[in-house]
């Protein structure tokens, strides 16, 4: 039950930020809107180098040969993968009018979720492969350090609910249905959480590489959506105060765990 609890942390983190478009203006203030970009990139940052990248070294170190290769090409194969679904999944950024991806007739607000929903991915893959380390022998991963990054992804995804929902009532859509396009974009996470701890059990050997994969993923997001729009306009300080403040907390969330 306990792992139950991990996996579904984040996807509640969105849920609970979605509903914030029955609780707040249509529209959200523009420099809490900075703020939250960047301090959802300092928790991802925070969460691939502590939770994902310090231990598949260790892991690979422990395991024998080259401690380094498994995390360089699990990175690298992260990066690759989520490049791959930015070019063929049609999708729309909120701050670009132009659609990316393959051409298809989906409507805008279909398409600015497609958009949450590949943010989304990796951050259950991150909790799916930080939780099977936990529960498999020897990796030294413990359930602790799993529910710490599950938790952090959660109060990260709390204010990119709100991201996520809020601007879809300014394209004409009811809080309703703002409030379920935020909620199933997060539906992603526990999916993609379970995928790769299944996934993870019958493969400990590469391990290390898909704990990698899940951080380079992760850092994908983060240089190429969250970071560009929290520095973008005005007020461009707000994104890095924000930043600072969601990679400490992640730090310490994971190294006092």
């Known amino acids: 039950m306990e792992e139950f609890g991990v996996l579904a942390l984040p996807f509640l983190g969105t849920s609970l930020g979605a509903a914030?478009?029955?609780?707040?203006?249509?529209?959200?203030?523009?420099?809490?809107e900075k703020f939250l970009l960047g301090f959802a990139s300092g928790v991802m940052i925070a969460a691939s180098v502590w939770s994902l990248l310090i231990p598949a070294l260790e892991m690979a170190e422990e395991q024998g040969g080259n401690a380094w290769f498994p995390a360089a090409a699990g990175f690298l194969l992260g990066v690759g993968f989520?490049?791959?679904?930015?070019?063929?999944v049609p999708h729309l950024d909120r701050?670009?009018?132009?659609?990316?991806?393959?051409?298809?007739?989906?409507?805008?607000?279909?398409?600015?979720?497609?958009?949450?929903?590949?943010?989304?991915?990796p951050e259950g893959m991150a909790v799916g492969v930080t939780l099977a380390?936990?529960?498999?022998?020897?990796?030294?991963?413990?359930?602790?350090?799993?529910?710490a990054l599950a938790l952090g992804i959660a109060i990260?995804?709390?204010?990119?609910?709100?991201?996520?929902?809020m601007p879809l009532?300014?394209?004409?859509?009811?809080?309703?249905?703002?409030?379920?396009?935020?909620?199933?974009?997060?539906?992603?996470e526990p999916v993609g959480a379970l995928v790769t701890l299944l996934l993870a059990e019958q493969v400990v050997r590469i391990l290390p590489g898909l704990l990698a994969f899940a951080a380079g993923a992760m850092i994908y997001v983060?240089?190429?959506?969250?970071?560009?729009?929290?520095?973008a306009g005005d007020h461009t300080n707000i994104g890095t105060i924000g930043a600072a403040v969601g990679f400490v907390l992640m730090m310490v969330l994971d190294v006092a765990t």
């Open 133 to 147: 380390g936990a529960m498999l022998e020897n990796t030294g991963m413990t359930m602790t350090g799993a529910l």
């Open 169 to 188: 009532r300014s394209t004409g859509v009811s809080r309703i249905k703002a409030f379920w396009y935020g909620v199933l974009s997060g539906a992603v």
């Open 222 to 231: 983060v240089v190429d959506e969250l970071i560009p729009e929290a520095q």
């Open 156 to 165: 990260q995804n709390f204010p990119e609910g709100a991201i996520i929902s």
């Open 95 to 121: 701050e670009n009018a132009r659609p990316e991806g393959m051409k298809t007739g989906f409507q805008k607000t279909t398409m600015l979720m497609l958009a949450v929903t590949l943010h989304n991915l």
């Open 20 to 32: 914030m478009v029955f609780c707040l203006r249509e529209k959200m203030n523009f420099r809490l």
């Open 82 to 88: 989520l490049l791959l679904l930015d070019m063929v």
